[in-house]
C-alpha cells in the first residue's frame, strides 16, 4: 500500500523556483499496479523516485504500508522496496548470479539461501538457470537483461516495487512478450506496484489504475475503464487518443459480452454457421478485428475445451456505449439493461 | 580478420627481428663489455633502478588512487577542480626541474630522487582514476542506490570494480614513464642505471651509454607487460568483452 499525501517536490535553480510535483494525493492499494501516464517532464519519475528517497520530499507525506517513509533509515527503506530502471541498471562487473543475489546478499542470507533464490527467480522469468547463473550481463539481450533486472528487484521478497519505464527500451515485440510475462507473474507474487510508463497502451494494459499527470500534477486518477470511458478534461482527452472507444475494447472480454447478452435477453443464441472462432477469454479488440475478417455476420465464442458457447455479432459492439465508468473494475462488467 | 591477424604477426616478426640485429650490432660494437666486464656494478645499478621505480610508483599509487576517490565524492565536489589542475600543472614542469628544486629542500641522493619520481608520476594515476570513476554509467550508480547500497557499498562493489580498468590503464602509462625518469635519478646522486647513461655521454662512450640504455628500455618492456597481465586478471570478466558471447 503507498499513500501520497498533498506531496510536492520543489526545485530551486537560479532564485527561480520550479514544481516538479504539486501537491499529489495518490493512493495504491496493496497488491495493485498503479500506472503513472504523462509526458515526459510531467514529474512521473521525480514522484517514483520520492518513494525510496532518492529524491527528498519538499512538503507533504508519502506513507508505504502506513509508515511515514521519513521515519525509516533511507538504506532499509530502499532494500525493502525492489527497484527497476528503464537501463536496467545492471552490474557488468557481476555475473548474473551476483546481480540477482545482491539485496539478499546485502541483508546478510547466507549463499546456500540465496543461490536457492537465484534458481527459483531465474525459472519464475524462464531462464535456464545452469545456463545463465554464471554469465554476465553483456551476454544477455536485452529483454533477457530486462528480466534479470525484475529478478534483481524480486529477490528479498519485497511487498513493493517501483518500475520506472522498464519495458521503454524494448522493441514491441520483446515488450508485448515480457508485459505479459510480467502480469502472469504480479499473477501470484501480488506485488504494490508503481509502474511509470508514456505509453498508454502500456498502462491500459497493466494498470489497475492509471494515474495521468501534467506539470507535476495528478490530471485523473482512475481504472483504465474510467479513464478511458470518461476523461475528465481535455488534457485526459488528447492524451488517450481519439481511438480511446478501440482502446476500450481491450478491456473487455467475449465471455463478459456472452454474459451480458444472457442477462439481458434471457437467452444465448449459438450461430454454428460461423467459420470464425474466438475463446471466451478473447478481449473484444481483437474478437472485432477477428470479425471484421470473416464475411460472416459472426464469430463462434468457444470455451477452454472448444466446445461452441456462444456467439458474437457485429451488432453486440452497439451496447457497449451504454455502459459509462460507474463503478467498474477490470473484467466486470455491470448488468446493462438491453 | 584472419589476414589482420597473419599481418600482424609478420610485423611482430619483423620487429623483433630488428631488435635482435641492433642487440647484436651492439653487442660487437663492445656495448655490452661494461656489464660483461663488470656484473656486479651492473647488478647494482639495475637494483638501484627498480627500487626507485618501485618506491616511488609504489607510493603515487597509493597517494592517487585515494585522492582521485576523493575528487570524486559528491562530498569533495569542490576540491575536484583544485586537485586536478594541481596535478596538471605539476605535470608539465619539466622532470629535470622537478628533481633541481627538491634538491634546494631534501638535498642529494635517494630520497630526493624518490620524491621527484613519486610527484612526476601522480597526474597518469590520478587522471585516470577520476576519468574511470566518473565514465561509470550513472544508470548504473543509480539502480545500486535504488536497491539500498550504501555509499561505502556503491565504491567498493561497483565505481572501483568498473573504472579498475581504467586505473590500471593510468597506472601502467604511470609505470612505463617512471622507468624512464628513474635514469634522471643520477643527477641528483639517486644511482640507478641512469649513472651508465650519463657517465656514457659525458665520455662519449656510446657503448657504456648503451649499456644503460638498453636494460632501461627492456625493464620498461617488461613491466609492461607484467602490469598488462595483472590488469587482465584484475579486471572483472564482465568488462572484458573480448569474452565471446556463447
Redesign the interface.
Known amino acids: 500500500m503507498i499513500t501520497f499525501k498533498k506531496v510536492t517536490k520543489i526545485y530551486e535553480s537560479d532564485n527561480k523556483q520550479v514544481a516538479a510535483v504539486k501537491d499529489v494525493d495518490l493512493h495504491v492499494e496493496k497488491g495493485h499496479i498503479c500506472v503513472l501516464l504523462g509526458p515526459s517532464g510531467c514529474g512521473k519519475t521525480t514522484l517514483l523516485r520520492m518513494v525510496n528517497r532518492l529524491i527528498p520530499i519538499t512538503s507533504g507525506k508519502i506513507e508505504v504500508d502506513g509508515k511515514d517513509i521519513n521515519t525509516v533509515d533511507p538504506i532499509q527503506l530502499r532494500r525493502s522496496i525492489g527497484y527497476v530502471i528503464q537501463q536496467n541498471g545492471l552490474f557488468p562487473n557481476m555475473t548474473i548470479e551476483e546481480n540477482i543475489g545482491i539485496i539478499p546478499k546485502l541483508l546478510g542470507w547466507d549463499a546456500e539461501r540465496r543461490r536457492k533464490r537465484v534458481k527459483e527467480l531465474l525459472e519464475m522469468l524462464g531462464l535456464n538457470p545452469d545456463e545463465y547463473r554464471d554469465r554476465y550481463p553483456f551476454e544477455l539481450s536485452g529483454g533477457q537483461q530486462q528480466r534479470i533486472g525484475i529478478a534483481r528487484a524480486l529477490a528479498a521478497d519485497p511487498p513493493i516495487m517501483l518500475m520506472d519505464e522498464p519495458f521503454g527500451s524494448l522493441d514491441p515485440v520483446i515488450r508485448e512478450h515480457i508485459q505479459n510475462e510480467f502480469l502472469r507473474i504480479q499473477a501470484t507474487v501480488k506485488k504494490t506496484i508503481l509502474f511509470v510508463s508514456h505509453d498508454i497502451d502500456e498502462a491500459i494494459k497493466l494498470g489497475n489504475t492509471i494515474a495521468i499527470l501534467k506539470d507535476g500534477e495528478v490530471m485523473q486518477h482512475g481504472t483504465p475503464f474510467e479513464i478511458l470511458s470518461n476523461p475528465k478534461n481535455e488534457f485526459v482527452k488528447n492524451f488517450i487518443g481519439k481511438d480511446s472507444p478501440i482502446k476500450r475494447l481491450t478491456l473487455i472480454k467475449a465471455k463478459d459480452v456472452l454474459k451480458h447478452k444472457k442477462t439481458s435477453q434471457g437467452k444465448a443464441e449459438t450461430g454454428e454457421l460461423n467459420s470464425a472462432t474466438v475463446s471466451a477469454d478473447t478481449d473484444l479488440k481483437t474478437a472485432l478485428s477477428i470479425l471484421l475478417s470473416t464475411n460472416a455476420g459472426g464469430v463462434n465464442v468457444v470455451d477452454e475445451w472448444d466446445r461452441i458457447v456462444g456467439e458474437l455479432k457485429l451488432s453486440d459492439f452497439g451496447w457497449l456505449n451504454k455502459i459509462h465508468a460507474a463503478d467498474i473494475g477490470r473484467g466486470e462488467l455491470p448488468e446493462v439493461a438491453g | 580478420m584472419r589476414r589482420g591477424k597473419r599481418l600482424e604477426t609478420v610485423i611482430k616478426v619483423a620487429l623483433l627481428g630488428i631488435v635482435a640485429a641492433l642487440l647484436w650490432w651492439f653487442y660487437k660494437e663492445g656495448a655490452f663489455r661494461f656489464i660483461l666486464e663488470n656484473p656486479k656494478d651492473f647488478v647494482l645499478l639495475v637494483r638501484q633502478h627498480l627500487e626507485l621505480v618501485f618506491v616511488s610508483s609504489g607510493l603515487a599509487i597509493l597517494c592517487a588512487v585515494p585522492l582521485g576517490i576523493m575528487a570524486t565524492r559528491p562530498r569533495f565536489r569542490k576540491l575536484r577542480w583544485f586537485i586536478i589542475n594541481f596535478a596538471n600543472v605539476g605535470q608539465t614542469i619539466p622532470s629535470l626541474a622537478v628533481i633541481g628544486l627538491t634538491v634546494s629542500y631534501l638535498g642529494l641522493g635517494f630520497k630526493t630522487a624518490v620524491f621527484a619520481l613519486w610527484f612526476y608520476s601522480l597526474l597518469p594515476i590520478l587522471r585516470n582514476t577520476v576519468a574511470g570513476i566518473e565514465s561509470i554509467?550513472p544508470?548504473?550508480l543509480?539502480?545500486?542506490?535504488?536497491?539500498?547500497?550504501?555509499p561505502s557499498?556503491i565504491l567498493w562493489?561497483?565505481e572501483l570494480?568498473?573504472a579498475l580498468y581504467a586505473i590500471m590503464a593510468g597506472i601502467r602509462t604511470s609505470v612505463v614513464i617512471n622507468v624512464g625518469s628513474a635514469a634522471l635519478a643520477f643527477v641528483v646522486g639517486g644511482g640507478g642505471l641512469g649513472d651508465l647513461i650519463f657517465t656514457g655521454i659525458v665520455l662519449y662512450d656510446a657503448g657504456l651509454m648503451l649499456a644503460g640504455a638498453i636494460p632501461t628500455t627492456l625493464l620498461a618492456v617488461v613491466i609492461d607487460s607484467l602490469l598488462g597481465v595483472a590488469e587482465r586478471a584484475l579486471t572483472?570478466?564482465?568488462?572484458q568483452?573480448s569474452?565471446n558471447?556463447?
Do not use: S, T
Not at chain 2, 572483472?236 to 568488462?239: D, M, Q, R, S, V
Open positions: 554509467d544508470f548504473i543509480d539502480a545500486g542506490r535504488g536497491i539500498g547500497m550504501k557499498q562493489r561497483l570494480p568498473n572483472p570478466k564482465g568488462l568483452r569474452v558471447p556463447l
